[in-house]
């Protein structure tokens, strides 16, 4: 799967930003797709995700609340709509995606193989949050 990835930039706390994310493939039946990001020095974080198949969307704990995954369907390509940044959202941006729900679903809410390698992996956007 190929993932294109616009958006980001810096920001003050209390801001927000649109992150979006096109995918193309030719050989999945369905694309999920997913947002997970990267603090300087820390460890790949899943935030949230959404089923291509039935519309299921899933928020990691952190997010919650405050960031709104979407989709375009008809276009295969998702948003990520972040409200209330703060600096700890500080970090690059990775779109992901995959042909299968489960390990994209267990990586958002914290449990599943960090090590899984997905059918997509974006190349990344910076987010800075400033206090």
């Known amino acids: 799967v190929q993932l294109v990835e616009s958006g980001g930039g810096s920001v003050q706390a209390g801001g927000s930003l649109r992150l979006s994310c096109a995918a193309s493939?030719?050989?999945?039946?369905?694309?999920?797709l997913g947002w997970f990001r990267q603090a300087p020095g820390g460890k790949r974080e899943g935030i949230a995700c959404i089923n291509d198949e039935d519309g299921r969307i899933a928020y990691a704990e952190s997010v919650q609340g405050r960031f709104t995954i979407s989709r375009d369907n008809g276009e295969r390509r998702v948003y990520l709509q972040m409200d209330h940044l703060r600096p700890e959202d500080t970090g690059v941006y990775y779109c992901?995606?995959?042909?299968?729900?489960?390990?994209?679903?267990?990586?958002?809410?914290?449990?599943?193989?960090?090590?899984?390698?997905?059918?997509?992996w974006g190349q990344g956007t910076q987010v800075t949050v400033s206090s």
């Open positions: 493939s030719s050989t999945l039946i369905y694309v999920h």
């Open positions: 992901a995606a995959d042909g299968a729900w489960g390990p994209l679903a267990d990586l958002v809410q914290g449990v599943g193989n960090t090590n899984y390698r997905f059918d997509g």
